[in-house]
């Protein structure tokens, strides 16, 4: 498979990338993607909820009324759940959300999704380059050059470049990363991915 390679200018140079069918032309597998995009989401997930049950409520524990007699309901303590500010009954506790999955689905995930990129034209190759300065103004045109302005996307480079990053920081809907840091769910968040022509070599090296 073929892609062409765009300048800064998003002007074809007549050059093409070979893409690995391996890595960008394999059969998707959807329910490995939502199985890895659902574990990156639970893994950031705080698990710090909580709330008092009746034993960690501050209060007396007087019996209200006399047991019998009343006509009513028995009452005891006031710290049950059936009195305003009493504790909570099976409310939530903090827990971890984490889970673990095999390394060989986390691949195929990334596979697929990268494949879904292709076939819904939304990932772009470009010329490598640099930004003498940050420059936020000069990611905004890459942007427009390439006709993702109004997309939501992101850049992979092969290497750490910092004026890259600061470039794309203050740019709404646009994030730098490099091809190690790639994972399901930044490609299939993103509506256009964008490779640095040496990125590609990483990614199928990594995959």
Same mark, same amino acid.
């Given at each position: 498979?073929?892609?062409?390679?765009?300048?800064?200018?998003?002007?074809?140079?007549?050059?093409?990338?070979?893409?690995?069918?391996? @890595? $960008? /032309?394999?059969? &998707?597998? !959807?329910?490995?993607?939502? #199985?890895?995009? *659902?574990?990156? =989401?639970?893994?950031?997930r705080q698990?710090?909820?909580?709330?008092?049950?009746?034993?960690?409520?501050?209060?007396?524990?007087?019996?209200?009324?006399?047991?019998?007699?009343?006509?009513?309901?028995?009452?005891?303590?006031?710290?049950?759940?059936?009195?305003?500010?009493?504790?909570? @009954? $099976? /409310?939530?506790? &903090?827990? !971890?959300?984490?889970f673990k #999955?095999?390394? *060989?689905?986390? =691949?195929?995930?990334?596979?697929?999704?990268?494949?879904?990129?292709?076939?819904?034209?939304?990932?772009?190759?470009?010329?490598?380059?640099?930004?003498?300065?940050?420059?936020?103004?000069?990611?905004?045109?890459?942007?427009?050059?390439?006709?993702?302005?109004?997309?939501?996307?992101?850049?992979?480079?092969?290497?750490?470049?910092?004026?890259?990053?600061?470039?794309?920081?203050?740019?709404?809907?646009?994030?730098?990363?490099?091809?190690?840091?790639?994972?399901?769910?930044?490609?299939?968040?993103?509506?256009?991915?964008?490779?640095?022509?040496?990125?590609?070599?990483e990614i199928?090296?990594?995959?």
């Open positions: 498979m073929e892609l062409s390679v765009y300048n800064q200018a998003g002007q074809d140079t007549g050059r093409k990338v070979q893409l690995d069918d391996a @890595v $960008f /032309g394999i059969e &998707p597998n !959807d329910h490995a993607i939502w #199985l890895d995009v *659902k574990q990156h =989401l639970a893994n950031k698990g710090t909820h909580k709330s008092k049950q009746r034993n960690e409520i501050t209060g007396t524990t007087k019996k209200i009324k006399k047991q019998k007699g009343s006509g009513s309901a028995r009452y005891g303590s006031a710290k049950s759940p059936l009195f305003r500010g009493g504790g909570r @009954v $099976f /409310g939530p506790q &903090p827990r !971890d959300y984490s #999955l095999n390394k *060989k689905l986390k =691949l195929l995930a990334r596979k697929s999704a990268l494949t879904y990129k292709i076939q819904n034209n939304e990932l772009f190759v470009v010329e490598d380059f640099n930004f003498e300065a940050p420059k936020t103004k000069l990611m905004a045109a890459l942007k427009q050059n390439l006709n993702i302005a109004d997309k939501k996307s992101v850049l992979v480079l092969a290497q750490a470049n910092n004026n890259i990053y600061l470039s794309s920081r203050n740019l709404p809907g646009s994030s730098v990363i490099t091809a190690n840091e790639i994972s399901t769910y930044t490609i299939m968040d993103n509506k256009a991915l964008v490779l640095f022509e040496s990125s590609v070599a199928e090296k990594m995959f």
